[in-house]
């Protein structure tokens, strides 16, 4: 058995041993991660009770987050299937949901500065990519949504980060 005052003594004695050493700046920075996609945040476009009939304007539309992110997860994914480009480009993507025959599409919207049939293959790589749902597990007002993420894809010369670069003060 050990006594109070040989803990307190042992106690007082660790509190005096020395700290780590501090960390010493080597001079080199740590090279930012390459982000291959910037997305924006997720717009709910429109909703209704018919896909021809939607004319509930977006800020109106209850919010679907389960789709929201699985959205922004498959453009992550999808990110090999985006357009090869020299220049910095967007593609605004935008998810038709439909509640009745539960079905997803994924298509290029008018607001992307990249269009075409290069974004159209995106959009359809991108609705391959969205995960399954369960359909009756998300909370829904309407039968029918449009939900947009706009993404931006960086030109190639942005994406070549050199590592470990030493800085001079």
């Known amino acids: 058995m050990s006594s109070p005052a040989g803990e307190a003594s042992a106690s007082a004695q660790s509190a005096k041993l020395p700290s780590a050493p501090a960390p010493v700046d080597a001079g ?67 998810m038709s949901v439909d509640f009745t025959a539960h079905a997803i599409n994924v298509f290029p919207g008018a607001s992307g500065s990249w269009r075409g049939p290069q974004a159209k293959r995106s959009a359809q790589c991108v609705t391959r990519a969205v995960a399954a749902p369960d359909w009756a597990s998300v909370p829904h007002q309407y039968r029918y949504y449009w939900i947009a993420v706009p993404a931006t894809y960086p030109s190639p010369a942005a994406l070549v980060v050199p590592g470990g670069t030493p800085t001079f003060e």
């Open 28 to 94: 080199i920075v740590a090279p930012k991660p390459v982000e291959r996609v910037r997305l924006g945040t997720a717009q709910r476009v429109k909703c209704g009770s018919s896909a021809a009939q939607s004319r509930v304007e977006g800020g109106l539309c209850d919010s679907i987050p389960a789709f929201e992110q699985a959205l922004k997860a498959a453009i992550q994914s999808a990110i090999d299937c985006a357009p090869k480009e020299k220049t910095e480009g967007t593609i605004n993507y935008v």
